[in-house]
């Protein structure tokens, strides 16, 4: 099986990983924060905007890697302050829709930049 490193132009990242892996049919997204485009600046207004901004960087990624939202099969969301579920619940699902893939939310979480939120996920996409 080869692996195959993703990095995206026009989204901000450090150093030290790629913005994804693919592996065989898999797709390994990197954990994402709500940053501006290209820049290292997250976006202004808390959770929700971050959430937001946060999944259409990584809609960005995917898309990189010939995937969709339709191929997650798996998101894991770390947010700073548990008290906020609501509010980045309400942007993921604005997003993700009514049926979305499985996920976990793990709160208290020092995030990078001082994040609010962070995402990452795993998808599937038969190779050609």
């Known amino acids: 099986m080869s692996i195959q490193k993703i990095t995206v132009d026009g989204l901000a990242k450090l150093p030290a990983f790629c913005h994804a892996v693919i592996a065989g049919d898999f ?3 990197s954990g994402t924060i709500g940053t501006k485009p290209d820049s290292m600046e997250l976006v202004e207004g808390g959770i929700g905007p971050q959430t937001t ?3 259409r960087n990584i809609e960005q990624i995917l898309a990189g890697c010939g995937a969709t939202f339709e191929d997650v099969v798996k998101v ?5 302050q548990m008290q906020e579920f609501a509010a980045m619940n309400h942007a993921y699902i604005a997003i993700m829709g009514e049926d979305p893939p499985a996920r976990i939310t793990v709160g208290r979480a020092d995030l990078a930049l ?3 939120v962070e995402i990452d996920c795993i998808a599937y996409k038969k190779a050609a």
């Open 76 to 80: 894991n969301v770390f947010i700073s």
């Open 27 to 29: 797709i390994y997204v």
């Open 53 to 55: 901004q946060t999944l």
């Open 114 to 116: 001082g994040a609010a």
